[in-house]
Structures are given as C-alpha cells and as structure tokens.
C-alpha cells in the first residue's frame, strides 16, 4: 500500500507567488516524521524541511512551510514568492517509528515536478 | 557539512556483469541507504544498513546484494546486472541521534545497463 502519495505529477507557478504542493501519507503509528526534500534538473536532493508527528506548530524554513494537518494525514509544502531557482522535483518522504533493531525506514512519495514561469 | 560520496556519476555496463556502486560518508552516520530512482516510480528503497555489518532488505531488493564492512563505506552490488537495472542509483547516510535529522544523499549514478 502506498504510504505516501503526492498526486501532482506537475505543476506550474507564476514568479513570486506562492504554491503548495500536496502530500498524503498513511501510518499507524503514533510517532513519525515527514520530510520534504528538492531534487533541481543537477540531481541532488537538498533537505528543505521537517515536521514531527508530536510538533504543535506548523514548521517553517525561510519561503518554506509546512502545512500539517494530522487528522487528515496530509503535510502540505508551501513556497512563498516563488523564484525561478524552485524549479525542480520535490519529494516528501515520511519517517516511520524504529523498529525492534532501532531502524527508521523513510519512505519517498513519486514526487511533484515544480515549473516556475517568469 | 555531512558529504556523501559515489564513486562514479555515470556508469556503462553491459547484461550479465557484476557491477559494484560505491558509497563512502564523512559523518559517522549509523544508518546508510541505497535508493534507485526512476520517472514516475519516485525513490524506492533497495536496502539499508543500520550499522556495520547489518543489513535489512528494503522495497525492491531483488537483483541486489550489499555490503558494510565500515562504517563509512556502503556498497551496492547487482549480482548479475540486467537492462531493467537501468536507473538512478542515490546513496544517503543519515544520524541516528534527533527524530528530525534528515539524511543526506550523495549526487546519484546514472547507471546504464547495455
């Protein structure tokens, strides 16, 4: 069963507006974690943001929030004032509870291509 | 800053070779990953290591075959490489220690498999 899904294969946004970008997720556990991460056209994926399953507020970074809406399972990305730089692929990937072994799988949604239009 | 490095950044084999992908982490990390990624599929886990020596298969492990004799150092082995191997190969280390570390993934190899 997918544990993470994000269902905009693309997207497109104007320069300097915001957007948000969607993802579901699915766990029982009470403790987990999310993470949205930036993969540009170069390859790397750069960490953007987290938030835990027991944080009260929303998470923010700089032009990136987190909106966390736990009982419908979704955490939303948004960027702010878009800039030609956010251009890229963005993955949201979820941190299950540790295993007997201490392990915390993460697990990767599909991903959401972000086209930012001057 | 946490560097992971992959020992190629694209890479040719042909059908039937043993093919080994290199991950190497500066950062005394516990946990190493080996992930493949492909359009439309996202990143999916091929298998982990949680410390030296331990392993546990991920997603997709079929095919695949690892190995940590070093903390630092995770390596990839495809046993026997096949054109459906074809694909983006990301390694990522990551802490143990604070629920909210995020792991830190190398540049990716491209790996063609003829």
């Known amino acids: 069963a997918q544990k993470i899904t994000q269902t905009q294969p693309g997207m497109f946004v104007q320069e300097k507006e915001a957007v948000t970008l969607d993802c579901t997720y699915d766990t029982s556990d009470p403790s987990y974690g999310l993470f949205w991460y930036k993969q540009p056209s170069s390859g790397e994926m750069i960490f953007l943001i987290y938030q835990g399953s027991y944080d009260q507020q929303n998470a923010t970074e700089g032009r990136y929030s987190l909106n966390f809406q736990k009982a419908r399972k979704s955490a939303n990305l948004v960027i702010s004032a878009s800039q030609l730089g956010d251009s890229a692929m963005y993955f949201c990937a979820m941190r299950e509870a540790p295993n007997s072994g201490g392990y915390q799988k993460v697990t990767f949604g599909t991903g959401t291509k972000l086209q930012v239009i001057p | 800053d946490v560097k992971v490095t992959q020992s190629s950044r694209y890479l040719v084999k042909r059908t039937g070779e043993k093919v080994f992908l290199e991950c190497v982490q500066d950062?005394?990390?516990?946990?190493m990953f080996w992930y493949r990624q492909d359009p439309g599929l996202g990143l999916r886990l091929i298998y982990f290591s949680y410390d030296v020596k331990m392993k546990e298969k991920g997603d997709i492990p079929e095919g695949y075959s690892v190995s940590r004799e070093k903390k630092e150092r995770f390596s990839l082995i495809l046993e026997s490489a096949s054109t459906n191997q074809t694909s983006m190969y990301l390694c990522?280390?990551?802490?143990?220690?604070?629920?909210?570390?995020?792991?830190?993934f190398g540049d990716g190899t491209r790996l063609s498999i003829l």
């Open positions: 950062m005394d990390h516990e946990n």
């Open positions: 990522a280390s990551r802490a143990t220690r604070g629920a909210h570390q995020p792991q830190h």
